[in-house]
């Protein structure tokens, strides 16, 4: 498969016969400008939505009259299995800012997982929910998500083979929230990429955890 990251918490997903996902897009500009990432203009055959905010959820922009999912039950499209994970958006059990759903795609073979905007660590039961993880994407900016700590501690927990960190500071992006770098400090295997999009697959897939941190399409 393809993974691009537009930047955000906004991934192209492309499996290898050619069934494209893309995860919580963005509005381009939104928050008054705070959000620079260029538009979207990819198509896709599935959108998925974490939750209901301009910076996850537009969804009208992508080509491709996709099918949007924002529920939370189990089902195939396009040969694609999704499992979506009721969460929370703080660690106040939604109090502060809502609901959030996790989705865990199996694409090729890999059981993909993308935590949208988690505010908390997940309980037992969510993580059984989880299940073994091969490539995680993450929130690792805080604030609004979890933070660093937070982060690190989830992928102790669920022991990816590939994390891929996202919704964090970078230059075009003007939210109060901390840099990639906080995340990786004291990470052992991390690998920065000067790529917006990568391939995978079974075969190339790390063996023990590794971060990779894609460049934002620019």
Sequence with gaps: MKIKWFGHSAFLITANDGTGIITD???????????????????????????????????IQIGGKPQVVRNIKTQTIKNIKIEGISTCHDASRGRERGLNTVYVMTVDGLRLCHLGDIGHIPNAEEIKQLGQIDI?????????????????????????????????????????????????QGKTIVKRLELSEVEIDQSTLPKQTEIWVLKYSE
């Design 25 to 59: 897009p963005y509005k381009s500009g939104s928050f008054s400008g705070a959000l620079g990432y260029k538009p979207i203009q990819d198509s896709a055959d599935i959108v998925t939505i974490s939750h209901e905010h301009d910076d996850h959820n537009y969804a």
């Design 136 to 184: 995680l994407f993450i929130p690792v900016g805080g604030v609004f998500t979890i933070d660093a700590k937070a982060a690190t501690k989830i992928v102790e927990t669920l022991k990816p083979k590939l994390v891929m960190p996202m919704h964090f500071k970078t230059p075009v992006l003007g939210f109060p929230i901390a840099p990639v770098d906080d995340f990786l």
